[in-house]
């Protein structure tokens, strides 16, 4: 009865290994390694296939690992997808050469700045929403009281004030829209 939470709970262990069991049966460590280095993963991050093999008895080839992976970097360590990170949110790992830092660094960054002035449209529409709402479910009605009144035309200028800033953030995010070359 003892081996039944164990079945029970397998799928979600094998969810948290870094690798599938056929992954590790493959023996493609250079294409394991590659895409490691395409997701700017560090050295160090094939402990973790060691960890998800152990239990099959295989060993990483660490040689053909570090091969790919530094092709992997390749198409990781680059402005633009620096620059794509940034735009997306994500975070941009420091498993780069040093002499590319000051370039991803700035893409990172721009893509960033892009990132954040969407953030601020983003919250600003969720609020317009959100006023709207109000407006329609509790102010739409012809007889309005004095306060009611006076409620809405706050709500009103209150929705003009966030049209104005979505509409300037949306041209400063504009500058942001591409990689600068």
Known sequence: MRILPVLVFAPFLAACASLTQEQCLSGNWSGIGYNDGLNGR????IGNHF???????????????QEGREQG???YCTPENAYITGRNGDRFNNVCPASQSENLTLAYNWGGEYYDISQEILILTEEKFEIELIIASNLSHPDL??????????????IRLIDLK???LTRQRERYAFLPR
Request: net charge positive.
């Open 166 to 168: 979505i509409r300037r």
């Open 42 to 45: 560090s050295v160090e991050y």
């Open 73 to 75: 970097l390749l198409r």
């Open 145 to 158: 009281i004095p306060e009611q009144a006076a409620q809405m035309v706050q709500l009103k200028s209150r």
């Open 51 to 65: 960890e998800a093999c152990a239990e099959l008895g295989i060993l990483p080839d660490v040689r053909s690992w």
